[in-house]
């Protein structure tokens, strides 16, 4: 998204069943629509793959009882965007993202979870490039 898109990705967390960022550019809901849609047929072509049918047939039956018309949506519908003002707001929501992962108990600081910007912030390298503020 960075580097095709031309998006900033300011920073982000990956967790088990969703994830959260704070991206800036133009036509967000269209571009993030794109990345959903391409990151879901990784996904789903992956545990294809790899066999993981058990987790297939838990997509599936729940579109099914959702009454969706695809065997596999892998993401929630639609797009949430808050607009951050300030740059108080800002360091508030990046703090949050970052401690998602220690307010689970999965880790003790936010930059021993690997699938999160606080990585770069701390001055290591992270999974995905971040545009620092």
């Not at 294809?48 to 047939?57: P, V």
């Amino acid at each position: 998204m960075r580097e095709e898109r031309d998006i900033s990705i300011i920073a982000y967390v990956i967790m088990e069943n969703h994830l959260h960022a704070i991206v800036q550019g133009e036509q967000l809901t269209k571009k993030i629509g794109s990345f959903k849609s391409f990151a879901a047929r990784k996904i789903i072509d992956m545990m294809k793959q790899d066999d993981h049918t058990f987790w297939l047939q838990k997509i599936r039956s729940m579109n099914t009882a959702l009454d969706f018309k695809q065997d596999f949506i892998f993401w929630e519908r639609g797009f949430y965007p808050k607009q951050i003002i300030g740059d108080d707001m800002l360091y508030q929501k990046i703090e949050y993202i970052h401690n998602n992962p220690v307010r689970r108990g999965y880790v003790d600081k936010p930059e021993d979870w690997r699938y999160s910007s606080a990585r770069n912030y701390a001055g290591m390298e992270g999974l995905i490039s971040v545009d620092l503020v």
